[in-house]
């Protein structure tokens, strides 16, 4: 057996953009496949800053934070990668350190 599983739905002829790619791939429930991914964006982010920009301006970014979220305060080796995929982003000032920054807000108008 090749180990490949069954239910992939990315199968020759359904392989759409490196970002749907991606996204489909870190959705995925098979923890090992997953993990290989989060190591190549990890790698990928800690490279160089304009990949590392491509990567945080692209719904890509957006499946790593609601992973990251989404785990709490879980530990292990998953939640390290989605550290260093973070920890990448800041090191090239792309993401502030508060997560709470994440969201935009509205600048306030200035009272009278």
């Known amino acids: 057996s090749s180990g490949i ?3 992939w739905p990315l199968r020759p002829g359904n ?3 490196f970002e749907e790619v991606v996204m489909e ?6 923890q090992g496949i997953r993990h290989r991914l989060l190591v190549i964006l990890q790698n990928m982010l800690a490279s160089d800053k304009e990949i590392a920009e491509k990567i945080i301006n692209t719904q ?3 499946c790593l934070l609601a992973l990251q979220m989404g785990m709490g305060t879980q530990g292990g080796v ?13 090191h090239w ?3 502030q ?12 108008e200035p009272s009278s």
């Open 60 to 62: 890509i970014f957006e």
């Open 93 to 95: 000032g792309l993401i």
């Open 78 to 90: 998953m939640k390290d990668l989605l550290n260093n995929c973070m920890a990448a982003a800041k």
């Open 97 to 108: 350190s508060n997560p709470g920054d994440y969201v935009y807000t509205a600048p306030q």
């Open 5 to 7: 599983n069954a239910e």
């Open 15 to 17: 392989i759409g953009s």
């Open 25 to 30: 791939t870190v959705l995925l429930e098979d």
